[in-house]
């Protein structure tokens, strides 16, 4: 019998700029490319629906404004773990996620999971308060 081989690549979209998410871009890994951070605003839970997810990554140091994503209800919930220092920022109920000017680095991460009522994240940073949330 031979192999069987299945597609195990992630389709990956470089952001420089603003963007709205689609429903259609669950499973999608976003880098953020850009020296100016921009707004990204999430699909609403009920578009999103039951098992859209995504991840967001610090692909390029950026130099004038942070990278905000915000959710249009107010249903993120989770944990971003911050390497130095080992502190954590947790939410429930949050409404953005804001990868922060000053205390960016490559790498830094969240990863999103909707299950049809709520946006669960995790995350992590490299630096205190290098992604918070709000």
């Given at each position: 019998?031979?192999?069987v081989?299945?597609?195990?690549?992630?389709?990956?979209?470089?952001?420089?700029?603003?963007?709205?998410?689609?429903?259609?871009?669950?499973?999608t890994?976003?880098?953020?490319?850009?020296?100016?951070?921009?707004?990204?605003?999430?699909?609403?839970?009920?578009d999103?629906?039951?098992?859209?997810?995504?991840?967001?990554?610090?692909?390029?140091?950026?130099a004038?404004?942070?990278?905000?994503?915000?959710?249009?209800?107010?249903?993120?919930?989770?944990?971003?773990?911050?390497a130095?220092?080992n502190?954590?920022?947790?939410?429930?109920?949050?409404?953005?996620?804001?990868?922060?000017?000053?205390?960016?680095?490559?790498?830094?991460?969240?990863?999103l999971?909707?299950d049809?009522?709520h946006?669960?994240?995790?995350?992590?940073?490299?630096?205190?308060?290098?992604?918070t949330?709000?």
């Amino acid at each position: 019998m031979g192999r069987v081989f299945f597609n195990t690549r992630k389709n990956c979209v470089s952001l420089t700029g603003a963007y709205t998410v689609l429903p259609s871009d669950s499973g999608t890994v976003f880098t953020l490319n850009a020296a100016a951070g921009a707004a990204i605003t999430l699909p609403s839970v009920a578009d999103m629906g039951d098992g859209w997810n995504c991840k967001f990554y610090t692909g390029t140091l950026f130099a004038t404004t942070d990278w905000v994503i915000t959710a249009t209800d107010s249903d993120i919930r989770g944990v971003i773990l911050e390497a130095s220092g080992n502190a954590t920022q947790s939410t429930i109920d949050g409404t953005t996620i804001t990868f922060e000017l000053g205390v960016d680095a490559l790498g830094n991460y969240v990863e999103l999971l909707c299950d049809g009522t709520h946006i669960y994240i995790n995350g992590c940073t490299v630096g205190e308060d290098g992604i918070t949330l709000a």
